[in-house]
């Protein structure tokens, strides 16, 4: 099997700059586009019998107020399960041992 990285992107809203601020108010909407990147091979191969390339993904969002002003937490999976998304709690455990 092929090597497979994982990408890790990650933004803190509160270190934009002012200029990019004025893109955040309550009435913008945020959106995330994935695309695939296939050799040239595969998709011409794929092509020869009508088939599209495709590969399986998983996309795990953190989501978090550090004010802890909001419950976002229960409002983001309330709007996920409100427009059919497919999701799922990831639990996590952190033991540190001394």
Known sequence: RKYQPVKH????LATLSNANKKYLDAHRNFYLYL???YRNFIVSELEKNNKHPHTRFSLIITI?????EKNVYHDTIAKLTK????????ATEIQIDV
């Open 83 to 90: 427009n059919n998304f497919i999701h799922s709690a990831v």
């Open 35 to 37: 695309e695939g990147i």
């Open 9 to 12: 992107y990650s933004i803190d």
């Open 64 to 68: 978090s107020d550090p004010n802890k």
